[in-house]
T-cell receptor, first 115, second 113 residues
Framework: AQTVTQSQPEMSVQEAETVTLSCTYDTSESDYYLFWYKQPPSRQMILVIRQEAYKQQNATENRFSVNFQKAAKSFSLKISDSQLGDAAMYFCAYRSVQGAQKLVFGQGTRLTINP | DAGVIQSPRHEVTEMGQEVTLRCKPISGHNSLFWYRQTMMRGLELLIYFNNNVPIDDSGMPEDRFSAKMPNASFSTLKIQPSEPRDSAVYFC???????????FGPGTRLTVL
C-alpha cells in the first residue's frame, strides 16, 4: 500500500517570502499522480498543483511550483511571494494511474503567513 | 460551472439517529468519492463509484454506513444509527474516470451528541 508523509506539522513564513513544504511517499508503482491540495479555514479542499510521475519537468502554477524527485520519492511544494491568503493546511496526495483511484493523503502541514 | 454540491453543510444529531449526507457531482464526471476527515485519522476514503457502481468500499467503517448512487448526478451517504465517534467532516469529490484530479465539495461537518 502507498503511504504519504509530511514531516512538517507546522510552518511559518513572512509575507512576500518563499517557503517550501516537504512531502515524501512510498510506492512500488512506476506511474502515478501527485497533488498538493490547500484547505483554508473554510475547510474547502482546493487543488493547488498536480504532477504526473512520467513527466520529468516540474509543474508550475503561478507562484506555486514543485520539486519532484522520483528516485528519492520526494515531492515538495514551493510557494513564492507568500500572501496572507496562502495561510491554510496543505495536503500532499498520491493517486495510482492503474488500479485504485483513491487519493492517499499525508497528514498535512499548517502554513502561517506573518504580515 | 457549478462545483461539487453537498448538503447539509452542518448537521448536529443525537446518538442513535439516522443521518443522510447528500452529494451532487460535477456534471460530466463519472467517478464519485466519499472521504472522511478527522483529527485522529486525517483524510481517508470511505467509498467510491465509477459510473454509479461502487468500486471500492473497503474504507466504510462498519455496517452502520451505507452509500448509494442511484444516478449520475446524485449520491447519498447514510449512517444508521449514528454514534459520537462518527463526528467528522465528510467530503464528496468527483472526477472523470482515469483522468484526475478530483474536485471536492465544501464538506459536511457532522456532530453526533
Amino acid at each position: 500500500a502507498q503511504t504519504v508523509t509530511q514531516s512538517q506539522p507546522e510552518m511559518s513564513v513572512q509575507e512576500a517570502e518563499t517557503v517550501t513544504l516537504s512531502c515524501t511517499y512510498d510506492t512500488s508503482e512506476s506511474d502515478y499522480y501527485l497533488f498538493w491540495y490547500k484547505q483554508p479555514p473554510s475547510r474547502q479542499m482546493i487543488l493547488v498543483i498536480r504532477q504526473e510521475a512520467y513527466k520529468q519537468q516540474n509543474a508550475t502554477e503561478n507562484r506555486f511550483s514543485v520539486n519532484f524527485q522520483k528516485a528519492a520519492k520526494s515531492f515538495s511544494l514551493k510557494i513564492s511571494d507568500s500572501q496572507l491568503g496562502d495561510a491554510a493546511m496543505y495536503f500532499c496526495a498520491y493517486r495510482s494511474v492503474q488500479g485504485a483511484q483513491k487519493l492517499v493523503f499525508g497528514q498535512g502541514t499548517r502554513l502561517t503567513i506573518n504580515p | 460551472d457549478a462545483g461539487v454540491i453537498q448538503s447539509p453543510r452542518h448537521e448536529v444529531t443525537e446518538m442513535g439517529q439516522e443521518v443522510t449526507l447528500r452529494c451532487k457531482p460535477i456534471s460530466g464526471h463519472n467517478s464519485l468519492f466519499w472521504y472522511r476527515q478527522t483529527m485522529m485519522r486525517g483524510l481517508e476514503l470511505l467509498i467510491y463509484f465509477n459510473n454509479n457502481v461502487p468500486i471500492d468500499d473497503s474504507g466504510m467503517p462498519e455496517d452502520r454506513f451505507s452509500a448509494k448512487m442511484p444516478n449520475a448526478s446524485f449520491s447519498t451517504l447514510k449512517i444508521q444509527p449514528s454514534e459520537p465517534r462518527d463526528s467528522a467532516v465528510y467530503f464528496c469529490a468527483s472526477s472523470h474516470t482515469d483522468r484526475p484530479p478530483q474536485y471536492f465539495g465544501p464538506g459536511t461537518r457532522l456532530t453526533v451528541l
